[in-house]
């Protein structure tokens, strides 16, 4: 059980399943979307609203995902009831291309074979460090699109595309209204990567209609600072500054780091194999450029394991500053734009500017050069 704005797999309560039933008495004091994932199955997760009531799920492994039920709740009734039944009329378009995707998953055709790889050692696994490292490698996976075989992907992209056209009005649609379920639901499509030209200024009217209802709601931190994120991060845009901890506690400022200098912001996390591969390629970079004017600066993100974050910089020995960013406290994956993921590098020039976005060692290297 977690909180559907948290990342699957790396915070949550564990609820034991016992003879096929579970139960949980949930304490909260704003209503927001959780999650209920079965630990083989992160990829998996069942959404539903907590409010004063007994709500009762049937869920089911992923074979069945569409025989879950969820009774209890007005926000759950509307969700799953009234507003998918509203557009029920979208899925009828999808559902051709849903369809070839079941073929694909009966005949064993629906995931690369990385993917299928991974998922036969899950299914199989029994300690759970084992069950973590596996979703680690699925989430990486997933992360870069590698997860599904070339007839899924171009099937899926069919269905996305139907799908968009409800981004426009799912969050004001009657009987939804702006709740937290359409609150949940706004987060999602500013964070979805297939929004690649979001209207800014049509999430912002949205989101000043959302603050109103919502004036106390933990979302609207979240919200602005993934708008925060939309309107600076990118190529001719701002670096956006922030005060973190090192290892040892000192609050250090972003700011004061890279002042006058070329610097690449990386933001990885633990177990980000991808981040931590390609910050190891930056380090002769580093080495060849540091006296000259440049410099990095890492942000550690991790959940609840500030340990796991020790022991990774014991191993890897940096060269530059690594700063700790523990539980998304201040909302630095949001602010950047890379919102559950692993990370990202943003290279900013003197002037604070954004010059390239997940730059590679080489093409780091080339501007470096005509740079300094």
Not at 168 to 194: H, K, L, T, V
Not at 291 to 312: D, P, S, T
Request: glycine content about 6%; charged content about 25%.
């Amino acid at each position: 059980l977690l909180k559907g704005t948290e990342l699957a797999g790396f915070s949550g309560m564990k609820i034991p399943v016992t003879n096929s039933t579970f139960s949980y008495e949930l304490k909260f004091e704003l209503t927001e979307a959780y999650m209920l994932i079965f630990p083989d199955e992160m990829h998996n997760p069942f959404i539903f609203f907590p409010e004063d009531c007994t709500i009762n799920f049937k869920l089911h492994s992923f074979d069945r995902v569409r025989e879950n039920k969820i009774a209890g709740g007005e926000l759950n009734r509307i969700y799953y009831n009234q507003y998918w039944e509203f557009v029920d009329d979208f899925y009828t378009k999808c559902q051709p291309y849903n369809d070839s995707n079941n073929i694909l998953r009966e005949k064993g055709e629906y995931y690369s074979e990385p993917m299928d790889s991974l998922m036969a050692k899950l299914s199989s696994a029994e300690k759970q460090v084992e069950i973590s490292q596996l979703n680690e490698k699925i989430a990486e996976l997933s992360e870069q699109n590698l997860h599904l075989s070339e007839d899924a992907k171009r099937l899926t992209e069919k269905s996305f595309e139907i799908m968009e056209e409800i981004s426009s009005w799912r969050y004001d649609y009657e009987g939804f209204n702006y709740s937290e379920a359409a609150y949940f639901w706004f987060i999602q499509n500013i964070q979805d990567p297939r929004n690649k030209n979001p209207n800014i200024q049509e999430l912002r009217e949205h989101y000043q209609t959302f603050q109103r209802k919502h004036p106390k709601h933990p979302y609207n931190i979240i919200v602005s600072n993934l708008l925060e994120g939309l309107d600076n991060i990118c190529i001719g845009g701002k670096y956006i500054d922030f005060t973190l901890p090192d290892i040892e506690g000192n609050q250090i400022k972003l700011s004061d780091v890279i002042h006058g200098k070329i610097a690449l912001i990386d933001l990885w996390a633990t177990w980000c194999g991808p981040c931590i591969k390609k910050a190891r390629t930056m380090i002769p970079v580093y080495e060849e450029f540091n006296e000259k004017g440049f410099v990095i600066i890492g942000v550690a993100g991790e959940w609840n394991n500030l340990e796991a974050i020790k022991e990774r910089l014991a191993i890897e020995k940096f060269p530059w500053i690594n700063l700790i960013e523990l539980n998304n406290q201040n909302g630095i994956w949001d602010k950047y734009g890379v919102s559950n993921s692993g990370g990202g590098t943003f290279l900013v020039d003197r002037n604070g500017e954004i010059i390239a976005i997940d730059p590679t060692a080489e093409e780091l290297r080339g501007i470096l050069e005509k740079a300094l």
